[in-house]
């Protein structure tokens, strides 16, 4: 699959990124920039800022909260930047405890105090995208979450035009609309696996890095993908654990309800289906996902599940991407997660995604093939990707 090099891209301006994400201000505007701290209480007298381990929290810090506070005051019409922070929830879309701590040991609410803020900037080593997303409904704020930045996905996935990245994900958007169902056929150690996802004629929804004012909500940065959440799910899939253990997810009725292991170890497995008998909720089957976005891979999911070819499919929580799936129907509330499983070459180097098929209409049509767009699919999308690239 063709992938850029960082070379392609402008280097990392905070000013380009909000006024394009947020629009340029016509009135002042209040800021709070937001960090998850192993203990919260370390925001107190800066010491994170020594840490190793809190290299996005020093991000969050040096480019997006002093430059808020100084160079891009006037520019932005700054009224008041606040540095928040709050213990780290452990988990992808975990609801945080209601605690927030400001610089001087201050204490603050989740629930009650974040409605004093027009722009909320989350900077998080665990994503914080379903509770904020809900919050900000509530609260009436506007919002990005940038959970695991590193270096390439400021000066790449963050230095891109996101007006042309909102056309981008549009052209995908529209020819896979209305799906009936997609296939994905997997060939993983030898052996293949095809998963049924489906999606039930639903509205094809879109991650574009758009937020404009005047419309709650938050932007999980990078942004690029078209994702449904689907109704059904029947099948198996390969998984590639953190420690290169690969099982296979048996999937019915919209839920992984058992793991069987292909290599790696046992106890990993007895774990994972121990949770699903005792918490069937984490089975469920709650995003199918396409990347939109030439970037180059980052190592980080937050982009890499943004990058044109890869897939990916969720379990657990849904609501924050309009399903049902709120934290009030798992058994234990620390397994009210969202987690993606990102299929891409770099990530999932054992397990090929040989075939991706869109149901639609009572026609089939491959859309990818190993990564790659099919003749097919870029024949729908010649204005946006470089055909003389991604069709070799």
Known sequence: MYTPNLSEFQKFSLERLLVTCFGAPASPKSYCVLIDLESASDVVGLSFLQNERCSVQQTAYNLFYEPLNSTLKDSLLVERCDFLSFNQTGGSNLDPDDQLIDMDGNELSFKRDLSRYDIILALTDY??????????????????????LNEIILNSGLSVDYKFVSKQAESLRLVLDNADSFTITFECLGESFSLEIGCGKQTAQKSHGLCPEGSPDIANLPAGEVYFVPNNASGSFPFRFADGTIAQMDVRDGSIFQTNLLCGSKDLLEARNLQLSQDPATGVIGELGFGTQLLPFSGKDIQDEKIFG????????????????????????????HDDILFAPPKTPEIDVSKVTMHKDNTSEDI?????????????????????????
């Not at 379903?130 to 919002?143: E, M, S, V, W």
């Not at 897939?311 to 009210?336: K, M, Y």
Request: glycine share 8%; proline share 5%; hydrophobic share 35%.
């Open 127 to 148: 994503s914080l995208t379903a509770p904020l997303t809900a919050l900000a409904k509530k609260q009436n704020f506007r919002g990005a979450t940038l959970h695991g």
């Open 310 to 337: 890869t897939c990916h499919i969720a379990t657990g929580r849904s609501d924050h991407l309009g399903g049902h799936l709120v934290p009030e129907l798992f058994a234990c509330s620390q397994n009210a997660s």
């Open 368 to 392: 990818f093939k190993s990564f790659k767009p099919t003749q097919f699919l870029l024949s729908q999308l010649q204005e946006f990707y470089p055909v003389d690239k991604l069709g070799n």
